[in-house]
């Protein structure tokens, strides 16, 4: 597998949207520290973009990546390689080349801007993380959606779709649902509901760690009381470890059956 | 070499094959031929493992193939260039297949005889159709694996380069390899093929020699016995 993913990961790294990706954040990184000047301000607002870009580029780059190599796909099929080994070695080397753009374009600028003896640091570290837990969940879905869908614009419509469910859609069906049940408590179900949508969690995440839950109001108190512990913080992570390892292992065992 | 039993594939509600039996000896050149669509392409993808059957059993050098994949060591497989990768240049290509290989290979060798050098740097999807083939028998040919399949090896070679695949082909006979070949072009397999392998609607129509299938037909060429045996079941 570490072959296909040096393979692929090259090919990326060649390629020259992994740059526009890099200079993207980059560029990003210094105009809100220019602007700023204040780290934790800068984490705030890089959140709000991450939350909703990395997704997005994760779940296109994926679907792109996969119909663009499915001529270098079958002759490795042909080759003396597991099929597992092909899909996922191509898997992590596109969710792999990603993750080094978000986490080189976003670095350079804080480190420069003195991260290190900021206290900002713990807050900088759970958004890269959370980001690149972002990149792999949702480049894991787009090659789910690849490899069920020989159609390539099928294939795209949905995985666009399924980023706007996540990222737009579930939020307002979520806050429909808060005022249509208001009378009732709710607590148990919005953590539930937070906790199916990877976009959500991750949010939510960092805002309760960001200590600004005071603007959330009632609920942002109960969210509070379980985002805001250690506990909190482990079960999300978790969570958020089942939504890529789900994925992952679903493009594993498909790939199996598949026909080329 | 190759043991196929009761092979069925289906494509949606489209019955490729409907119970394949075939069995090919170690040693010689089989021609797997048929009108479009009989299912020849399906059938080197069932061997290779790239197509999953629905029912049956093929077993490759004595050892069952399914959710196998250490067997294709054994194998170099010449894919139809249509499904050829294009944003990768030649040598890129080259050392590549090699690494992922790991055997011994003379691709210096084959890439002189197709006069290839000058565009090892360049990428596949600038180069013509003819050239893209050679490449792709350079991949093909530069290891030594006991069982070759070649899916149309002919399309767009120009007549210098047809006679140098013709010897090559001969030359792997000789090492006393066995070689699976499709193509249309009748005067090719004439010339290579010692036996034929004759696909119909999903099932092997006939499996013979040359000799054997003119008589069969009573035709005196190759490209009119196979025409023959379309019409008289189109008849039937």
């Known amino acids: ?260 | 070499m190759i043991q196929i039993d009761n092979l069925h594939k289906r494509f949606g509600k489209n019955q490729v094959l409907s119970g394949v039996e075939l069995s090919i000896k170690s040693g010689g050149i089989y021609a797997i031929l048929g009108p479009n669509g009989s299912g020849k392409t399906t059938l080197i993808k069932s061997i290779l493992g790239m197509v999953i059957p629905n029912t049956g059993i093929i077993n490759v050098l004595d050892t069952n193939i399914k959710n196998g994949w250490r067997y294709r060591k054994e194998i170099d497989y010449l894919p139809q260039i249509a499904n050829f990768p294009n944003n990768i240049r030649v040598g890129e290509l080259i050392r590549m297949i090699k690494d992922l290989r790991q055997k011994p290979s003379d691709e210096d060798r084959l890439i002189s005889l197709f006069g290839l050098e000058p565009f090892l740097d360049k990428k596949l999807g600038t180069l013509s159709g003819g050239t893209k083939q050679k490449v792709n028998i350079v991949l093909t040919f530069m290891f030594n694996s006991p069982l070759m399949i070649l899916d149309e090896p002919t399309t767009g070679l120009d007549p210098g380069s047809l006679i140098r695949l013709k010897k090559l082909i001969q030359e792997e006979k000789k090492k006393g390899k066995t070689l699976l070949i499709t193509s249309h072009i009748m005067q090719f397999v004439e010339e290579v093929a010692d036996e034929i392998v004759y696909l119909l609607e999903g099932k092997v129509y006939f499996k013979g020699s040359i000799e054997e299938l003119k008589q069969k037909t009573d035709q005196v060429d190759v490209e009119h016995a196979i025409a023959a045996i379309a019409m008289q079941t189109t008849d039937a």
Do not use: C, H
């Open chain 1, 1 to 260: 597998m570490l072959k296909i993913l040096k393979y692929s990961f090259y090919d990326l790294m060649r390629s020259r949207w992994s740059y526009v990706y890099f200079l993207f954040y980059l560029a990003l990184g210094f105009v809100l520290l220019f602007l700023n000047n204040d780290l934790s301000k800068a984490v705030i607002t890089l959140m709000n973009v991450i939350i909703v870009l990395v997704p997005l580029i994760g779940t296109i780059f994926g679907v792109m990546y996969f119909y663009n190599s499915k001529e270098f796909t079958e002759l490795l099929l042909a080759q003396p390689l597991r099929r597992s080994t092909i899909f996922l070695g191509q898997y992590f080397g596109v969710a792999g080349s990603l993750t080094l753009s978000l986490f080189l374009g976003l670095g350079v600028p804080f480190i420069l801007y003195g991260l290190f003896r900021s206290d900002a640091i713990f807050n900088f570290t759970l958004l890269l993380v959370t980001g690149a837990f972002l990149t792999f969940i949702f480049t894991a879905l787009a090659f789910n959606i690849a490899l069920s869908n020989e159609n390539r614009i099928k294939g795209f419509g949905y995985a666009v779709l399924l980023w706007l469910f996540l990222a737009v859609i579930y939020d307002g069906l979520f806050l429909l649902s808060l005022i249509v049940f208001e009378e009732y408590p709710l607590d148990t179900f919005s953590l539930a509901a937070t906790m199916f949508n990877p976009i959500d969690l991750s949010r939510t995440l960092i805002l309760l760690k960001l200590d600004i839950s005071a603007l959330l109001g009632y609920t942002g108190a109960v969210f509070k009381k379980f985002f805001g512990t250690d506990f909190g913080l482990l079960v999300s992570l978790v969570v958020l470890l089942f939504w890529t390892i789900l994925p992952i292992w679903r493009l594993a065992i498909k790939s199996k059956r598949k026909d080329f």
